[in-house]
Nanobody, 117 residues
Framework: QIQLVESGGGLVQAGGSLRLSCAAS????????MGWYRQAPGKEREFVAR????????DYADSVKGRFTISTDNAKNAVYLQMNNLESEDTAMYYC??????????WGKGTQVTVSS
């Protein structure tokens, strides 16, 4: 079992920045990717970014490329999402994800990001 705890969400004005953190515990050696997804009210959960646990590869949704940066700290079993130049469309609940295989992953409870225009 893997437990994930997110932090760092909040209210920010458009154009501002936030840094999300996710701490993993439990069977972390089994993790291949860690990443972030988000879900806005009335919409489906969508992919934001993910990174190999060794940090060698990162992928981003087109909507956040150039604005968001994902990073990892293996010593702390943590993943971060630096979000710059935030837009109102970024308002959502952000969820941390730890992928063990193509069909097995764990989720955190989420942290709310609200961007005011």
């Amino acid at each position: 079992q893997i437990q994930l705890v997110e932090s760092g969400g909040g209210l920010v004005q458009a154009g501002g920045s936030l840094r999300l953190s996710c701490a993993a515990s439990g069977r972390t050696v089994a993790i291949n990717y860690m990443g972030w997804y988000r879900q806005a009210p009335g919409k489906e959960r969508e992919f934001v970014a993910r990174i190999l646990k060794n940090g060698r590869r990162a992928d981003y949704a087109d909507s956040v490329k150039g604005r968001f940066t994902i990073s990892t700290d293996n010593a702390k079993n943590a993943v971060y999402l630096q979000m710059n130049n935030l837009e109102s469309e970024d308002t959502a609940m952000y969820y941390c994800n730890a992928q063990i295989s193509a069909t097995v992953s764990s989720w955190g409870k989420g942290t709310q990001v609200t961007v005011s225009s």
